[in-house]
């Protein structure tokens, strides 16, 4: 399957031009001619089934013959904010995981003790769409620029909001916290964890504190352990 | 805390000697003295608390103070049987999450499909060490050495053993399909997946097919979800 990611296109289009690089592709990589049959999606949940028009290299036309919107929706809402990885490599197999696993929103937040203060996003967000391609998901995770904790916490958010920390305390596990089929937000700290004041600010701002098993977990496995359970739970 | 994997070390002994490579390790790089704390794991269940007796930089005197044994057991047994990627990498953080998550054994198949006809398993043995010491496991996970598809589907297994395919067909998902606290052996294919005769063949061998979700997995990621959903379904 010849798959584009084309967030240009609605399903009120007949034909769709894709753009010079994505005809260049089509064309001179893939290849494609008239007539042969390409997908497309939209990131928003549209699943679109085409074929190659005019296979010109720089402006390829689309001809759109049917469209499937809500392509595989959730039933639920997950929004998970991370602190980014020390070493960046590590927050970027997280993103693509989380991606093939089901995710829809995703924060970078630097905590108090982030060794990593930056992470660029748009690299970050390149991953996400090679991954929707390569898993075939026609939403597109979103991805928010990097804040602070402190800017974070202040947000609000309209569902369950999770704090994971791996101090001592009164925690739940997920299975016995969450409401099925909810909008839920789970917090992921860095590499040294949240600080304990951090933590209090969370749990202040509506927070709960939840475990996520027994096992010591690096940041970005602690994210994708969140991301499993959610889904999982959510089947 | 300073981490030793020690396998030679057993919960008899009241003194060790730290090899020249962990001497000089602990010497030289960790500037380890008389009287400092280090902890030591055997990789069958064995957490040692020690001290240093003689800070020698070739030969590194510790006496044993406390020993745990059965550290963190499980209560269930997990052998993942997966086709190595094409990209080893792959298939490396798979081993390091999964030690992070919990895994008893895991054997490397060369399947029809696999285009990676083969992996060495001391290089990818190395990545499970050093997860073990960094999420502080005292057991030290198997690698089995890459063989065959039709070797590997003739070995006795005492336990539940599935297949996860992406074929069409009746499958279980594991939460219906498993017994908990049991012993469990499961297929991962490579990137094209099983073909339908080695489907066919596991089946005929008391494999039961399974799926892992809707989401189009990628094989280390597969091997990932199956690995999260046992630890999940046996806390």
Redesign the interface.
């Known amino acids: 399957m010849h798959l584009f990611y084309t967030p240009g296109i609605n399903p009120s289009l007949h034909e769709y031009f894709l753009n010079e690089e994505e005809s260049k592709h089509a064309v001179r990589v893939l290849r494609l001619a008239k007539g042969d049959a390409v997908t497309l999606i939209d990131g928003v949940g549209g699943l679109y089934q085409a074929e190659i028009k005019d296979a010109h290299p720089k402006r390829t036309i689309l001809q759109v013959n049917s469209v499937q919107t809500e392509y ?1 929706k959730r039933n639920h809402y997950l929004h998970l904010a991370v602190a980014p990885t020390k070493n960046i490599e590590r927050t970027e ?1 997280f993103l693509e ?1 989380a991606t ?3 995710i829809d929103e995703v924060s970078l937040i630097i905590s108090q003790r982030s060794e990593r203060k930056e992470a660029k996003a748009e690299r970050l967000n390149k991953i996400i769409t090679s991954a929707i391609k ?4 026609a939403y597109h995770p979103v991805l928010n620029e990097a804040v602070t904790f402190a800017q974070f916490i202040k947000k609000p958010f309209d569902g369950e909001k999770y704090i994971a920390h791996c101090a001592e305390g009164e925690k739940l ?1 997920l299975p016995e916290a969450i409401a099925k089929q909810s909008r839920y937000l789970i917090l992921i700290g860095p590499e040294g964890d949240f600080s304990p004041a951090e933590v209090e600010i969370a749990l202040q701002n509506g927070y709960k504190a939840i475990t996520l ?6 940041t970005e ?1 602690a994210a ?2 969140a991301c ?2 959610i ?2 739970l959510n ?1």
């Open positions: 595989a197999w995981k093939e696993i089901g390569q898993s075939i998901k596990a098993g027994e096992s010591r977990l690096r496995t994708l352990e499993f359970e889904n999982f089947r």
